[in-house]
């Protein structure tokens, strides 16, 4: 190990009861006169103990440390190195992670060095939340049979994760069934303050975090661990969700996860703080939901993508950390990195009651105070970079929709904002021709069952434009709020006393975060008033909101397809972009779980629930919400009644053990992954395949061309497949020609460790807009050689039999939404070389570098018209020989084929860091780590 300089004299133990730790004191830096502690944001706190920690005097020097506790209100260029506790992981992202570290095991071994040296030197832990799918409900048995389903359909994933399990040590696997990533992070697997490395009294002056020490937070008898905060990243951009814990964390691309696994430090750019006042508190009849999107409308507002935001001000002390996480699970839907509030009595409460060890919660106390990391109203505000301010007593009742997040709609005006994208879609529809085949073509309502969903009971008389024909209660964002699911179970309850029910054509289905939900709501006796409303429990995980939602009733899809009828989805997600929910619904709305529930009694979108009633009651009278709506006292007493740290405590007693499905799974533990050459799920990929042991130069892209030409928010639901495989799809026509039927294809985020289905799906989107073949929805663009109209990955294989680069020209905020990592490889394996956007998100910006691809931004306010771009030039892009500078220029000419006639311009690099860089001249992050451990593993 190497000797740690602790140029600051920032060691020292910290007694807690009778345990002693050795931690590094941020006050060291008060006192060496670096930097006033009280004007520090607290997100900068944590990030300078770890640059205390992790100072070598190379990656982390000293000079990096003061700059960083001088951070104010004018920003600061300078790269920091920050090196997480642990890596989180979901399925879904989690298999091609797991998928990749088996190839480069492969390549390791290829190369003559120790495959052993691909594993996890950070504790990696990984939920599988993310392929149960709503495919049965409204029934007792829907959980069981979505259940088995699960199963078979993705027994191949699951039996290869069991591998990684058991053969990559530090990876912690939480089976299926057991709830939702962030929700289990919350409530078992943060720690918020780690007692981790072991740091023996002989050697306290070695770099702990670069030895190979417990990582686990165990303890060892006559050593001293090292306490340090619980930080994280996350292969899913609502990593963010623990930050109302006061856990530092946030969502990066798998390939940036793996290299944080293998040992590398995440680079960044010294954050811009942004400070959020919160004073008073919510009224009466409001809702953390309502809260949630009024916070993301003001941020995006605001503008704070790429930056921290976090939470001060008198109104923290009433607001609960279920309510904080509720808002920080947000964090990507305003664009921030995190939205992080501070630890203080409240977070005591929630560690208290999820059933953390005392001695844990003993210890995050002390720590947190001993390190100025304790807030109480006594507490001073930090010095932000900019603020912003909210009174709390101003919010009031919301959606967000019908397309965006961000775009939050009072109760009040759901009805009339409703009028101005339906009239939209009327006139798009009243312009396509066979709107049944292109609905076929979508690939109907997820994906089929073994045996056809169940037709809709009484007929659908009442179904046309504007109906809702899902309404699910639904992931992790607000089913780990006990106040917002008991609120919907009362609104239920007290909607069955008045005679209502929901009707006929909508789809309902409840899929809370994890198990303690049901068994509160058994507890407090409204389990049985949802499941009459047909709100009964159809799986444990993600599934509306990430598209998961299943088929529609056999007779409601045929009319939604042979009306070509706009309907809505009503769900209390994060996610409601264009094509995500469901491909025959077109509007989707963000809603607290009892507005949830109160739209599948009224049936329809465009009714004012805050004036119309929800229906007719048994005795012949209008019902309306305010009248069965339920009291914040009721709440608060069925809350207090019901649920305890004992439920807590024993769901998550043997969380990694399983249910009988999982432990029935048969794994050889090898140290090389054994692959299947006729698995359509689980391939080794291409990303190694002939890899020289140096990298070789960059040379300039030359004689490119667009394969697309996108507008502004393009998102990576547009571009990393998700959902649904359509039977028509490119990745269709694959898994057809292999003698899969339709009924098997299941869905992309299931086949994810498949490269050769993943890039196929890539740009696929049934909503995708390419500028190349206007009024065309979908994957599809113009091959220019013979101005054929073909999918997006037949044109990339012609462009790629003819030798000819390719380039993606886009607008504003590429990249938007979820860290998809195949949202970078797809449009690798595609060929493409770089994308010129007028901006980037920062995740998707990071991952393109992490998979060789160059993002690219116009300079000076400029964008493809300022120089008149229509995407049919051949692209030149030069000065990459050169070799590549952070946010250096280089130059691009644009020419005209036909004419001739060329225009040139500057575009700027968007490489931020010399480390993005080595990643981008390495030709990616994975490649660049391999070579690094092949050297040192020889």
Sequence with gaps: MNPHPNSLGALDTLRVGDRSYAYFRIGALEESGVAKLAQLPFSIKILLENLLRLEDGHIVKRDDIEALARVGRARQEREIAFTPARVLLQDFTGVPCVVDL???????????????????????????????????????????????????????????????????????????????????????????????????????????????????????????????????????????????????????????????????????????????????????????????????EMLRHKGVVGKFVEFYGPGLSGLPVVDRTTISNMSPEFGSTVAIFPIDERTLEYLRLTGRPPEQVALVEAYAKAQGLFRNDASPDPEFADTLALDLATVEPSLAGPRRPQDRVPLAQVKRSFEDPLREWMAARDRANGAVARFQDEGGGGTATVAPPATVAGGIDGLDDGAVVIAAITSCTNTSNP?????????????????????????????????????????????????????????????????????????????????????????????????????????????????????????????????EPLGTGSDGKPVFLHEIWPSNDAIETTI??????????????????????????????????????????????????????????????????????????????????????????????????????????????????????????????VRLRNGLVPGVEGGYTRYFPTNEQLSIFEASRKYAADGTPLIVLAGKEYGSGSSRDWAAKGPYLLGIKAVIAESFERIHRSNLIGMGVLPLEFVDGADRSTYGLEGEEIYDITGLADGVAPRGRLRVKATDPGSGRSIEFDVRVRIDTPNEAEYYRHGGILQYVLRNLRNWSS
Excluded at 188 to 213: D, K
Excluded at 214 to 234: C, I, K, M, N
Excluded at 498 to 520: E, I
Aim: aromatic content about 6%; some cysteine.
């Design 102 to 296: 088996a190839a480069m095991r492969d390549a390791m071994a290829e190369m003559g060095g120790d495959p052993q040296a691909i594993n996890p030197l950070q504790p990696v832990e990984l939920v599988i939340d993310h392929s149960v799918q709503a495919d049965y409900f409204g029934s007792s048995d829907a959980l069981q049979k979505n259940t088995d389903l699960e199963f078979e359909r993705n027994r191949e994933r699951y039996a290869f994760l069991k591998w990684g399990q058991e053969a990559l040590s530090g990876l912690r696997v939480v089976p299926p069934g057991t709830g939702i990533v962030h929700q289990v992070n919350i409530e078992y697997l943060a720690r918020v303050v780690f007692p981790g490395v072991i740091l023996p009294s002989s050697t306290r002056a070695c770099h702990p975090e670069r030895s190979r020490g417990a990582r686990d937070g165990t303890q060892h008898s006559g050593e001293q661990p090292l306490a340090y905060p619980d930080t994280a990243v996350g292969t899913d951009s609502h990593t963010t969700m623990v930050n109302g814990l006061g856990v530092l964390a946030w969502g990066v691309g798998g390939i940036e996860a793996e290299a944080a696994m293998l040992g590398q430090p995440v680079t960044m750019l010294i954050p811009e703080v942004i400070g959020f006042r919160l004073d008073g508190a919510l009224r009466e009849g409001l809702t953390a939901t309502d809260l949630v999107l009024t916070v993301a």
């Design 483 to 611: 106040s917002v699911l008991v609120g919907a179970g009362l609104l239920a309850r007290n909607a069955l006393e008045r005679g209502l029910r929901t009707k006929p054509w909508v789809k309902t289905s409840l899929a809370p975060g994890s198990k303690v939900v049901t068994d509160y709501l058994a507890k407090a006796g409204l389990q049985p008033s949802l499941d009459r409303l047909g709100f009964n429990l159809v799986g444990y995980g993600c599934t509306t909101c990430i598209g998961n939602s299943g088929p529609l009733p056999s007779d409601v899809a045929e009319a939604v397809a042979d009306g070509d009828l706009i309907v809505a989805a009503v769900l209390s997600g994060n996610r409601n972009f264009e094509g995500r929910i469901h491909p025959q619904v077109r509007a989707n709305y963000l809603a607290s779980p009892p507005l949830v529930v109160a739209y599948a009694l009224a049936g329809r979108i465009d009714v004012d629930l805050t004036t």
């Design 640 to 765: 207090a009644q019901c649920i305890s740290k004992e439920m807590f405590a024993r769901e998550y007693a043997d969380v990694f053990r399983g249910d009988e499905n999982w432990r029935r799974l048969d794994v050889a533990a090898t140290q090389l992954y054994a692959w299947d050459p006729n698995s359509e799920y689980v391939k080794r990929p291409p990303y190694f395949d002939g890899m020289p042991a140096q990298p070789a130069s960059h040379a300039d892209v030359l004689g490119a061309r667009a394969i697309a030409m996108l507008g502004d928010s393009v998102t990576t639901d547009h571009i990393s497949p998700a959902g649904s495989i359509a039977r028509n799809s490119s990745a269709g026509k694959y898994l057809m020609e292999r003698g899969i039927e339709p009924r098997d294809f299941n869905s992309y985020g299931a086949r994810r460790g498949n490269h050769e289905v993943m890039v196929r799906g890539t740009f696929a989107n």
